[in-house]
């Protein structure tokens, strides 16, 4: 049994839904572990995880509307504030979807689903580089 | 230290909760792992995973119906419709539960508290086949 | 590789999140494994856990606001109410934040970012004490 560690950074250009799952795939096969379990765990507070359809780019954009609708920017009772009206909201959507996610790794790739892909969603408006932790441990 | 990969399939016959803990805990036993970790992953993003109350049924109930209200179908600015009108709400609901959870696995069994069941949370109409992958390591 | 289980005991007093980076982070360090993946998994469905913001205290102020009024008590509609006006609205919390969560640890310290905390999100109005189970895995 090993394991690895690995990191990405992922640079957004505003809210929505980036695909990672190209060098999420790409790092796990580089790893020499056929078997095992994968963890990817972003390391902020106002983006997150989700693992979503791959297929009709208009579930991301529906997706992102939703949580737009839900959690609105300038609701009038937010006292946080200060980081701007798109702050606050980041940091609900964030606890409303996943700050980590683990995928069993079989055959030396992703136990993913056919129409799964792995996101980071970006909550904030202004671009930013996200930083992503992977963990690997298998044989 | 070892591993073992499993996977169950789980028929589920329209919206709500399905408890999969029997058959989570028999499979954990049949593996002779008796400390470690265990992470159940599902295959889709129209069903989704959940640990919640294994005792009162109103609980299942009543949880289905928030996410009905919460998340409604025929939802009118919708794009993602040619599935469905239980499609894009599917989505949606499996993004705010859980693709992934893991438990820990003690003295040979599962790490949960007294009142706490794991489902399977299906947010589609019509019957499904669901893939849940399972993985142990430990020792 | 090696691994080690512990568990967290957390008096709750209300609603709200409370800090358990400290007592986490601890523990992580009394178990000679410098490298590896800590998880964290709360025995309950009435309370949850959440990694968010350590900065500013109106964040946790206004997510618990917000889910008070996504998830009202005393919702008309709701049958599980024997067990008090706030008993429903915590297992539909708990189901929208996490059971469970889990860090990578990278020189002997977990791999969270600078402005990340881990949280119990307490659901209930009434005192309880959380158990929470810790499994660490790694070398």
Same mark, same amino acid.
């Given at each position: 049994?090993k394991?690895?560690?690995?990191?990405l950074?992922?640079?957004t250009?505003?809210k929505g @839904? $980036? /695909?990672?799952? =190209?060098?999420?795939?790409?790092?796990? =096969?580089?790893?020499?572990i056929q078997? #095992?379990?994968?963890?990817i765990?972003?390391?902020?507070?106002?983006?997150?995880?989700t693992?979503q *359809?791959?297929?009709?780019?208009?579930? =991301?954009?529906? @997706? #992102?509307?939703?949580f737009? =609708? !839900? %959690?609105? *920017?300038?609701?009038?009772?937010?006292?946080?504030?200060?980081? #701007?009206? /798109? /702050?606050m909201?980041?940091?609900?959507r964030?606890? @409303?979807?996943?700050?980590q996610?683990? %995928?069993?790794?079989?055959?030396? /790739?992703? #136990?993913l689903?056919t129409?799964q892909?792995i $996101?980071?969603? *970006?909550?904030r408006?202004?671009?930013?580089?996200?930083?992503v932790l992977?963990? !690997?441990?298998?044989e």
């Amino acid at each position: 049994m090993k394991q690895a560690h690995g990191e990405l950074k992922v640079a957004t250009r505003g809210k929505g @839904l $980036y /695909d990672v799952t =190209r060098e999420v795939r790409k790092w796990v =096969r580089g790893q020499q572990i056929q078997s #095992g379990l994968l963890t990817i765990f972003i390391q902020h507070t106002s983006a997150s995880l989700t693992i979503q *359809e791959n297929a009709d780019p208009d579930v =991301r954009g529906d @997706l #992102g509307e939703f949580f737009k =609708r !839900l %959690v609105p *920017e300038n609701t009038p009772w937010f006292r946080h504030t200060t980081e #701007g009206s /798109d /702050d606050m909201p980041s940091h609900i959507r964030s606890t @409303l979807t996943s700050t980590q996610v683990s %995928v069993p790794v079989r055959s030396g /790739d992703l #136990g993913l689903g056919t129409w799964q892909a792995i $996101y980071v969603f *970006e909550h904030r408006i202004q671009p930013q580089v996200r930083h992503v932790l992977l963990h !690997l441990i298998g044989e």
